[in-house]
């Protein structure tokens, strides 16, 4: 063939099959010419196809030899046009893949079929195998699908009495959903050696790791094909879970012991007990079910109805026919509650027994590692009608039933219901309507314990005639919440703190709201501003008025007044944000030692109400940032000492002493100095600083900030960081005028914000090593120049 032909044949093609147009035996030409010669010389009477099993045109190839680029299978020029979409070296797989299957069932002498399918896309979609000995089906999955796709395939190929197993080529959200599902999937690729693709079979973890082994290592077994890692995966595996979904709402239910559970439920598992029950979701009827509980507890009495609090799920099987609940905790109904549901009746006589039972988390009576799971054992007979003498009761303690009311309080809220001191005595019992009123207010009081800003006062949702309880207040006062003896305000803080308690336990739950404050807004006395007035027109002199102060607690401690003499010689020197901190740890201090009278600043009560180990640790932590900031200051004066000229650092000793001394050095004048300044003296201490906190930073344009910036990042050298990385904006981010910057000062600038935020961070670890105390080794610079 002429070169002339070749220079415009677009039709270049790596695959071809051999023989036929017809032929399956498939063919990668060698892409190095000493291959290709090593090939032709191999085989010289094999003719090449354009093959149909490969979306080809029928037509005859010729195999082109080229030095300088891969050799590749072409087209006659006088060939008619092929609409063949790929050409890749992977465009045979399918065809390799069939006969590498070919070759190991003939190797295992296990009689099967193999055939390719296209699914819509080509002719090598998929690859299927059937093996009618072992009942079962193999799919080499080659193009994507999604899971409707998927399960549609799975039904066309078997209609239940065979297996079917998976192998697929590309990852895809349904491969990775069968390997969580069990533990592992099969996947296939095809390698390139010589003028074949050599097939392996790959077992995919949950973790997404893959070990790949040649397919003629692979074994066909009765559970499908199998390799040396599937094995030992299987056998570390734990038994598959099946999908659940959860149930939300309220469920009651009441086992049925003379039901049989199916021996080939697909539920049984040999940790969990399975039982029957009758169950009894809210607002709907009653229907019979499969319960799987835990095993390691005993199987509850079936004399009784239960519900379930919380973390229930519905177990569903793969074809969606069968059903089961999955519950891991839950709570004994009393009388009342159970004779509601339908799933109970009490017995003629002694029915007086059960009222007073109250609900009570079930305690699962565990039993030793060494003891066999015993399956339930089925009643045969109804339980009997006469009741003995119940022995009394025993009275339950004062944690169990602050226990017992967090818990039916957290029900109501998870409801977004309120209830009342009668509803809960007849789900915990009577013996809480017999407590007395301040043994009500402890166990309120014990609920609510401790107080905190992310966790709802659950108090609130016990209504009295229509309202909050009358002795709320109390409780609030117990619970340390603030100006809650007096306020008027506590029916609006009630709801407020109700709507928290339904935002915490709710179905979903959301994010809560502040809790209202109840300290008192103080507003001008009646009249007060008709005095302001004749005053203002009539001028006199007040009288003094005396000041009046709270009284406060005179304490004396050495580690504190040690602590706060050793902040006040440190003051003077420090910058004001370090200087702002000392002052508020010296304040609080002083004010819990007593040195400073409280008033009414809502600021120093706190302070005074604090415990002593919260000022010693601020007043450590201020120092800390003292001593910080003061060499941090320190280097900023070294460092700048060695900018000046040699003879401006003479030493001292060379000087006559009778010549005058040095003025001062001037404090840097212009905005670009003091900006430097303020930039070398947070890199020294390794932090970084926000935009407006920069000198002049709320009044100067953002404009004007760049372009000194930019002028501070031109005068340094090369190799010293960028000081205007230290720039943030309030979100701690890089500033919008980073890449202008850049820009400006000659450097590449990066076009994604990954990157971006990489070379920013990086700018900023390069600053504070240089301008640390003492300086560290410098990182490499990300970002070349422009």
Same mark, same amino acid.
């Given at each position: 063939?002429?070169?002339?032909g070749?220079?415009?044949?677009? #039709?270049?093609?790596?695959?071809?099959?051999i023989?036929n147009?017809?032929?399956?035996?498939?063919?990668?030409?060698?892409?190095a010419?000493?291959?290709? =010669?090593?090939?032709?010389?191999?085989?010289?009477?094999?003719?090449?196809?354009?093959?149909?099993?490969?979306?080809?045109?029928?037509?005859?190839?010729?195999?082109?030899?080229?030095?300088?680029?891969?050799?590749?299978?072409?087209?006659?020029?006088?060939?008619p046009?092929c609409?063949?979409?790929?050409?890749?070296?992977?465009?045979?797989?399918? +065809?390799?893949?069939?006969?590498?299957?070919?070759?190991?069932?003939?190797?295992?002498?296990?009689?099967?079929?193999?055939?390719?399918?296209?699914?819509?896309?080509?002719?090598?979609?998929?690859?299927?195998?059937?093996?009618?000995?072992?009942?079962?089906?193999?799919?080499?999955?080659?193009?994507?699908l999604?899971?409707?796709?998927?399960?549609?395939?799975?039904?066309?190929?078997? &209609?239940?009495?065979?297996?079917?197993?998976?192998?697929?080529?590309?990852?895809?959200?349904?491969?990775?959903?069968?390997? %969580?599902?069990?533990?592992?999937?099969?996947?296939?690729?095809?390698?390139?050696?010589?003028?074949?693709?050599?097939?392996?079979?790959g !077992?995919?973890?949950?973790?997404?790791?893959?070990?790949?082994?040649?397919?003629?290592?692979?074994?066909?077994?009765?559970? %499908?094909?199998?390799?040396?890692?599937?094995?030992?995966?299987?056998?570390?595996?734990?038994?598959?879970?099946?999908?659940?979904?959860?149930?939300?709402?309220? +469920?009651?239910?009441?086992?049925?012991?003379?039901?049989?559970?199916?021996?080939?439920?697909?539920?049984?598992?040999?940790?969990?007990?399975?039982?029957?029950? &009758?169950?009894?979701?809210?607002?709907?009827p009653i229907?019979?079910?499969?319960?799987?509980?835990?095993?390691?507890?005993?199987?509850?009495?079936?004399?009784?109805?239960?519900?379930?609090?919380d973390?229930?799920?519905?177990?569903v099987?793969?074809? %969606?026919?069968?059903?089961?609940?999955?519950?891991?905790?839950?709570?004994?109904?009393?009388?009342?509650?159970?004779?509601?549901?339908?799933?109970?009746?009490?017995?003629? @006589?002694?029915?007086?027994?059960?009222?007073?039972?109250?609900?009570?988390?079930?305690?699962?009576?565990?039993?030793?590692?060494?003891?066999?799971?015993?399956?339930?054992?089925?009643?045969?007979?109804?339980?009997?009608?006469?009741?003995?003498?119940?022995?009394?009761?025993?009275?339950?303690?004062?944690?169990?039933?602050?226990?017992?009311?967090?818990? !039916?309080?957290?029900?109501?809220?998870?409801?977004?219901?309120?209830?009342?001191?009668?509803a809960?005595?007849?789900?915990?019992?009577?013996?809480?309507?017999?407590?007395?009123?301040?043994?009500?207010?402890?166990?309120?009081?014990?609920?609510?314990?401790?107080?905190?800003?992310?966790?709802?006062?659950?108090?609130?949702?016990?209504?009295?005639?229509?309202?909050?309880?009358?002795?709320?207040?109390?409780?609030?006062?117990?619970?340390?919440?603030?100006?809650?003896?007096?306020?008027?305000?506590?029916?609006?803080?009630?709801?407020?703190?109700? =709507?928290?308690?339904?935002?915490?336990?709710?179905?979903?739950?959301?994010?809560?709201?502040?809790?209202?404050?109840?300290?008192?807004?103080?507003?001008?006395p009646?009249?007060?501003?008709?005095?302001?007035?004749?005053?203002?027109?009539?001028?006199?002199?007040?009288?003094?008025?005396?000041?009046?102060?709270?009284?406060?607690?005179?304490?004396? &401690?050495?580690?504190?007044?040690?602590?706060? @003499?050793?902040?006040?010689?440190?003051?003077?020197?420090?910058?004001?944000?370090?200087?702002?901190?000392?002052n508020?740890?010296? +304040?609080?201090?002083?004010?819990?030692?007593? =040195?400073?009278?409280?008033?009414?600043?809502? #600021?120093?009560?706190?302070?005074?109400?604090?415990?002593?180990?919260?000022?010693?640790?601020?007043?450590?932590?201020?120092?800390?940032?003292?001593?910080?900031?003061?060499?941090?200051?320190q280097?900023?004066?070294?460092?700048?000492?060695?900018?000046?000229?040699?003879?401006?650092?003479?030493?001292?000793?060379?000087?006559?002493?009778?010549?005058?001394?040095?003025?001062?050095?001037?404090?840097p004048?212009?905005?670009?100095?003091?900006?430097?300044?303020?930039?070398?003296?947070?890199?020294?201490?390794?932090?970084?600083?926000?935009?407006l906190?920069?000198?002049?930073?709320?009044?100067?344009?953002?404009?004007?900030?760049?372009?000194?910036?930019?002028?501070?990042?031109?005068?340094? @050298?090369?190799?010293?960081?960028?000081l205007?990385?230290?720039?943030?904006?309030?979100?701690?981010?890089?500033?919008?005028?980073?890449?202008?910057?850049?820009?400006?000062?000659?450097?590449?600038?990066?076009?994604?914000?990954?990157?971006?935020?990489?070379?920013?961070?990086?700018?900023?670890?390069?600053?504070?090593?240089?301008?640390?105390?003492?300086?560290?080794?410098?990182?490499?610079?990300?970002?070349?120049?422009?």
């Open positions: 063939m002429s070169p002339s070749i220079a415009f044949d677009h #039709r270049r093609v790596q695959t071809a099959v023989g147009k017809n032929s399956d035996h498939p063919i990668i030409l060698p892409m010419a000493h291959e290709l =010669d090593m090939w032709r010389k191999a085989h010289p009477d094999y003719s090449y196809w354009c093959g149909i099993q490969l979306g080809g045109c029928g037509g005859e190839l010729s195999d082109r030899r080229y030095t300088q680029k891969v050799c590749h299978f072409a087209h006659h020029p006088s060939a046009v609409h063949r979409t790929e050409n890749g070296e992977s465009s045979a797989d399918h +065809l390799f893949i069939k006969r590498g299957v070919q070759r190991l069932l003939k190797k295992q002498k296990v009689p099967g079929n193999v055939n390719t399918r296209n699914l819509g896309t080509g002719p090598g979609d998929a690859v299927d195998v059937h093996l009618p000995g072992s009942r079962r089906r193999l799919r080499f999955q080659l193009s994507s999604d899971h409707r796709a998927w399960r549609r395939a799975a039904d066309d190929l078997t &209609d239940g009495s065979e297996d079917l197993d998976w192998i697929f080529g590309p990852d895809t959200p349904v491969s990775r959903e069968l390997a %969580g599902r069990h533990g592992f999937t099969l996947r296939v690729r095809c390698e390139t050696v010589g003028g074949e693709r050599r097939v392996h079979i !077992a995919e973890t949950r973790d997404r790791t893959v070990q790949w082994t040649p397919l003629e290592d692979c074994r066909l077994t009765p559970t %499908g094909l199998s390799t040396p890692h599937v094995e030992k995966i299987r056998l570390s595996l734990p038994r598959p879970k099946l999908p659940s979904f959860p149930l939300l709402g309220g +469920l009651v239910f009441a086992l049925v012991p003379e039901a049989k559970v199916p021996a080939s439920s697909p539920f049984v598992a040999g940790d969990r007990h399975l039982v029957v029950a &009758d169950f009894k979701p809210t607002d709907s229907v019979r079910a499969l319960l799987s509980l835990p095993g390691d507890t005993d199987v509850p009495p079936a004399e009784h109805v239960y519900r379930i609090p973390s229930a799920r519905m177990l099987t793969d074809n %969606g026919r069968d059903w089961a609940v999955e519950a891991n905790r839950y709570v004994r109904l009393n009388a009342h509650d159970a004779q509601r549901t339908g799933l109970w009746s009490p017995p003629p @006589s002694g029915a007086h027994i059960e009222s007073v039972q109250a609900s009570a988390p079930v305690p699962p009576a565990r039993r030793s590692p060494e003891e066999p799971t015993r399956p339930a054992q089925p009643t045969a007979t109804p339980p009997r009608v006469s009741t003995p003498a119940p022995a009394p009761a025993a009275a339950r303690s004062r944690s169990d039933l602050v226990t017992e009311l967090r818990n !039916a309080l957290s029900d109501f809220a998870r409801l977004r219901a309120t209830t009342t001191w009668d809960l005595t007849r789900r915990i019992g009577p013996e809480l309507a017999l407590l007395p009123h301040r043994e009500h207010v402890e166990l309120l009081v014990a609920v609510d314990t401790p107080l905190s800003e992310r966790r709802p006062v659950l108090s609130v949702l016990i209504h009295e005639d229509g309202g909050p309880l009358p002795y709320l207040s109390e409780i609030l006062t117990l619970l340390s919440v603030p100006y809650a003896k007096n306020s008027g305000r506590l029916k609006q803080w009630a709801a407020v703190e109700t =709507d928290r308690a339904f935002a915490a336990y709710g179905q979903p739950s959301r994010a809560m709201r502040p809790r209202l404050d109840l300290a008192p807004a103080y507003s001008a009646q009249g007060h501003v008709s005095k302001v007035l004749r005053t203002w027109v009539n001028p006199q002199t007040p009288a003094p008025k005396r000041r009046i102060t709270t009284p406060v607690t005179q304490r004396t &401690d050495a580690r504190i007044s040690k602590l706060v @003499s050793e902040l006040r010689e440190m003051r003077p020197k420090l910058s004001k944000p370090v200087r702002k901190r000392a508020r740890a010296i +304040l609080g201090a002083e004010v819990w030692l007593g =040195d400073v009278p409280v008033g009414r600043v809502s #600021r120093r009560i706190t302070a005074a109400q604090q415990k002593r180990e919260h000022h010693v640790q601020s007043l450590e932590d201020a120092l800390s940032a003292a001593r910080i900031d003061i060499a941090g200051t280097y900023l004066e070294r460092h700048e000492q060695k900018q000046l000229p040699p003879a401006s650092r003479e030493p001292q000793e060379s000087a006559s002493v009778q010549q005058p001394p040095s003025p001062p050095k001037a404090l004048q212009t905005l670009e100095e003091r900006l430097t300044r303020q930039l070398v003296l947070t890199a020294s201490r390794g932090q970084t600083i926000r935009l906190d920069l000198e002049d930073g709320r009044t100067v344009p953002d404009e004007t900030l760049r372009r000194i910036l930019t002028a501070i990042d031109r005068k340094v @050298s090369p190799d010293v960081p960028l205007s990385s230290l720039v943030t904006t309030p979100d701690d981010g890089p500033v919008l005028f980073l890449r202008k910057i850049l820009k400006d000062i000659g450097l590449a600038v990066p076009q994604t914000n990954g990157a971006l935020l990489v070379i920013w961070r990086r700018e900023q670890q390069r600053a504070h090593a240089a301008y640390a105390n003492p300086p560290r080794e410098l990182l490499p610079r990300l970002i070349p120049p422009a």
